[in-house]
Nanobody
Framework: QVQLVESGGGLVQPGGSLRLSCAAS????????MGWYRQAPGKQRELVPR???????NYADVVKGRFTISRDNVKNTVYLQMNRLKPEDTAVYYC?????????WGQGTQVTVSS
């Protein structure tokens, strides 16, 4: 069994920064993809950034230049550094991973950008 545990969400003012973490634990043979999605109220879940095969990354256009994904392969952890946050970044952020051919989701962490 695999678990993804997120941390780091919260309330921040526009223009501020937050850092999210997602740690994978359990029976991990190989991680194919790992990254972040978000879902705002009344909207579909969307990709933020993620690592794909070969260490490449996919970023949503709306976060390019503001968000940075990084990882610690020893700890099976990915991080999301979010800078210059905007109110429209408000959402529940979910960690997602394809581990050994199965897809897993974290429980989600709320990010609220408001003055």
């Amino acid at each position: 069994q695999v678990q993804l545990v997120e941390s780091g969400g919260g309330l921040v003012q526009p223009g501020g920064s937050l850092r999210l973490s997602c740690a994978a634990s359990g029976s991990i043979f190989r991680i194919y993809t790992m990254g972040w999605y978000r879902q705002a109220p009344g909207k579909q879940r969307e990709l933020v950034p993620r690592f794909v095969s070969g260490g490449r990354t996919n970023y949503a256009d709306v976060v390019k230049g503001r968000f940075t994904i990084s990882r610690d392969n020893v700890k099976n952890t990915v991080y999301l550094q979010m800078n210059r946050l905007k109110p429209e970044d408000t959402a529940v952020y979910y960690c997602n991973a394809d581990i050994s051919g199965s897809r897993y989701w974290g429980q989600g962490t709320q990010v609220t950008v408001s003055s």
